[in-house]
């Protein structure tokens, strides 16, 4: 999965960055936000020798903007295209794809504000999940406004929640007062029709904000990505602004999120920074993705199993194998000098070929090399190994 990643982030010329796991506790409560489930639920924090509150990293977009500020990234030219992979850590009722230490592969596109940058964005996403092998998931996009427009919904959303507080999960109703964006995030089932009647913030976007959402819709449709506009789709925090999104597969069940992203402009101010850095980005449950994609994804299978029979076969077929790696195909050496368990291994790796080397081989120059899908044995010269098993079966 993270190769397949890898290749992706390279195409559209994203980089890697690599955080620190620990961070100042500061940094998450201003970069997650002080009233998230993360925060006040979810973090591993503790105090260090001297005293400082210090916490396992829960999400990898606070870390990136801090470096992004802290070593001036903004100087470099164009938009900063970075990417990462790595464990993070909360502290949740383990589920299904879900655990304390997961990992995560994720994002970040920082200096632009433009709506063809989100647009690439989802598309590197839709991108990396199909090559991973991820069929028939959903791309649901939203916009949730900026500081102009969403005021005007915020107030009218709570107007709205406190009639209906009394009905609502417990942590919903201490929502309604802290941040009533979360409400409409809200995953408790009893609670969907109460949230579905609430009033939506497209309804309350400002021309801007509109122009910015019929934009990143019609830049998608150019690309031919299919998705499903989901008014109720939110960021709960005061930084992020206009485009968010997230794909859902049913593989998973209830909690039935693979990834979720999203456009967050105010964050480095909200971390102190002087100067704006309008970004946007998106993480990858990795764990949940693996287990999205794992009925359907095969393995890649083993080019070559050499049965080395023998003292002087063992010494001639590590060379061997070297030769033909070099030439990039994998390659394993049988542990055992009989030739029955050394074909049974080959079958249980699942290698396309073995090669026999033996003390008979070894003085005429010629090695037998089985196809292990159609049984096929052919002997062949040692400069002649790497064009047979080129063959795919």
Known sequence: MEAVARQVFRAYNYHEIRTPILEETQLFARGVGEETDIVTKEMYTFEDRDGTSVTLRPDATASVMRAYIEHRLDQRPGVQKLYYMGPMFRRER???????????????????ESAVVDAEVIEMVVDLLQRAGLEGFTLLLNSVGCPKCRPVYIKRLREELKKVAPRLCEDCRRRVETNPLRVLDCKVPEDQPIIDRLPMILDDLDPDCRAHFDSVQQLLRERGIAFEVRARLV??????????FEVVHGALGAQNSVLGGGRYDGLAEALGSKIPAPGIGFSIGEDRLVMAVERAAKTESLDLFIAALGERAVLQAGPMARQIRQSGYSVEIAPDGKLKRAMELANKLGARYTLIVGDNEINSGRYALKNMISGEQVEVARDEIAARIAIKN
């Open 94 to 112: 383990p589920q299904k794809g879900r655990y304390r230490q997961f990992f995560q592969i994720g994002a970040e596109a920082i200096g632009s």
């Open 235 to 244: 960021r709960g925090l005061d930084y992020y602004m206009r485009t968010t």
